[in-house]
């Protein structure tokens, strides 16, 4: 699946997302929204009609942005599936405190899915240190994405990060892998390698 997130989106709009017709691969259209339920639900629509696969939004959005989100993207018909984005990689306990939440990140990160999942979201992206918590909260159904994924303990401006392996030991259904090979000397190798330690970590304990 290719990501299309908001920098690229922002560069060449639509153009972008129709990559992935070029491509073969479905797109994965990462633009966390998150407004009033009006204009969400209309963006919804907009996406439909690029052919996007999957759309982001923030959960945080509130119960009301994100059922007319689903429900949009339901209605249109085209295939695509809204995922809730519950707590930012780049956001620790610190963080969520001096935003007023009491919470830990693992805390806020269920109730927020929970509260997306009520919303008829069935598809999340959490850090990979999360991954697990959601998983006993909403069931075996779910989808979980888990971006913050890095080949090294190098974690950049991501303070919640894993390696590919370890992402999908904590049950992540996909990984999220941008800047280890879009800033990599050589993007190939990096993917390939990326790629070897994902098969590694799908094969039986």
Do not use: W, Y
């Not at 996007?52 to 939004?57: G, N």
């Not at 959005?61 to 689903?70: F, H, K, N």
């Not at 998983?135 to 888990?146: H, K, Q």
Request: aromatic fraction near 2%; charge should be neutral; proline fraction near 5%.
């Amino acid at each position: 699946m290719l990501k299309v997130g908001l920098e690229l989106f922002v560069e060449a709009g639509r153009d972008a997302v129709q990559l992935g017709s070029a491509l073969g691969l479905p797109v994965f259209l990462d633009l966390k929204l998150h407004d009033i339920p009006e204009t969400v639900e209309r963006a919804v629509a907009r996406a439909c009609a690029h052919g996007a696969r999957l759309l982001t939004v923030h959960a945080s959005g509130g119960a009301s942005m994100l059922e007319r989100a689903v429900h949009r993207a339901q209605s249109e018909a085209t295939g695509l599936s809204i995922v809730a984005v519950t707590v930012l990689t780049s956001l620790d306990e610190g963080d969520l405190a001096r935003q007023g939440v009491t919470a830990n990140v693992q805390e806020h990160a269920v109730r927020l899915a929970l509260l997306a999942f009520g919303a008829g979201v069935r598809a999340f992206v959490c850090s990979p240190n999360e991954a697990a918590a959601l998983r006993a909260a909403l069931g075996p159904e779910v989808a979980l994405i888990t971006p913050g994924v890095r080949p090294s303990a190098a974690s950049d401006d991501q303070k919640r990060v894993a390696t590919p392996r370890m992402a999908i030991a904590a049950g992540a259904d996909a990984v999220v892998v941008g800047r280890p090979i879009r800033d990599a000397a050589d993007p190939a190798r990096a993917a390939r390698e990326i790629t070897i330690e994902i098969a590694r970590g799908l094969e039986p304990s």
